[in-house]
């Protein structure tokens, strides 16, 4: 039982980095605060995202997989209202001013307050949430590789892990884009970053909602 119990882990926990290493929303919105507001708003992203991981696990660990199964539609909800976050997202990305710069060039750092952290901690959990790309990868995740009941001991482990993890792969991508090097080289280019991260969100919920809605004419 206990070998069992090891390979699902190691199963789930493989696939799920590469999952989570792999380009989508969450990577742009970490991209673009770490970029643009700096090392702590990347930061708190990168725990808003790791918070977020616990709303996939809590419906594919403690039973809420039932929704899809007896309401399949409810995917195609969640992945519309995903997409709209992701527009709304993009659009502010698109329409956001050059980042002020001090006399020596240097991006001035946007200070952090209990309401900007809140600011930049939502943005990551309602991106993840709401993230079609991490919904459809755990549902069928889950489904493949937790066939059936699970140890609690095993539950635990993957709700602390799966989160845990999360956080520190996105606060490491925080940690190295906000480097006071790379940032130097990047100010000149900063507004088109920018930029390309806003349209990378827009393109990503508009390819959603297509797929979703020419989803329903060819059933």
């Known amino acids: 039982m206990a070998a069992s119990g090891l390979a699902v882990f190691g199963a789930v926990a493989a696939a799920h980095a590469l999952g989570v290493a792999s380009p989508g929303p969450d990577f742009a919105i970490v991209v673009r605060q770490s970029l643009a507001r700096g090392r702590a708003a990347g930061l708190w992203t990168a725990a808003g995202i790791g918070s977020g991981i616990f709303f996939h696990v809590a419906y594919g660990l403690f039973g809420l997989a039932w929704l899809t199964r007896t309401f399949p539609w409810a995917l195609s909800i969640i992945a519309l209202a995903g997409a709209a976050f992701l527009i709304w ?12 710069a001090s006399d020596d060039g240097e991006p001035i750092p946007v200070p952090t307050t209990a309401g900007s952290a809140w600011r930049d901690y939502t943005a990551g959990l309602g991106t993840n949430v709401l993230n079609p790309k991490a919904t459809l990868f755990f ?18 482990v993957l709700a602390l892990w799966l989160p845990l993890t999360t956080f520190a792969w996105f606060a490491t991508l925080a940690m190295l884009l906000s480097h006071a090097g790379l940032r130097r080289a990047l100010r000149r280019h900063a507004q088109r970053i920018d930029q390309a991260m806003g349209v990378i969100l827009v393109a990503l919920g508009l390819f959603v909602i297509v797929r979703t809605t020419a989803a329903w004419f060819y059933r």
């Open 89 to 100: 997202m993009g659009s502010k990305a698109l329409r956001a001013p050059p980042a002020a």
């Open 139 to 156: 549902v069928a995740l889950f489904t493949a590789v937790v066939s059936g009941p699970i140890a609690t001991w095993l539950m635990v």
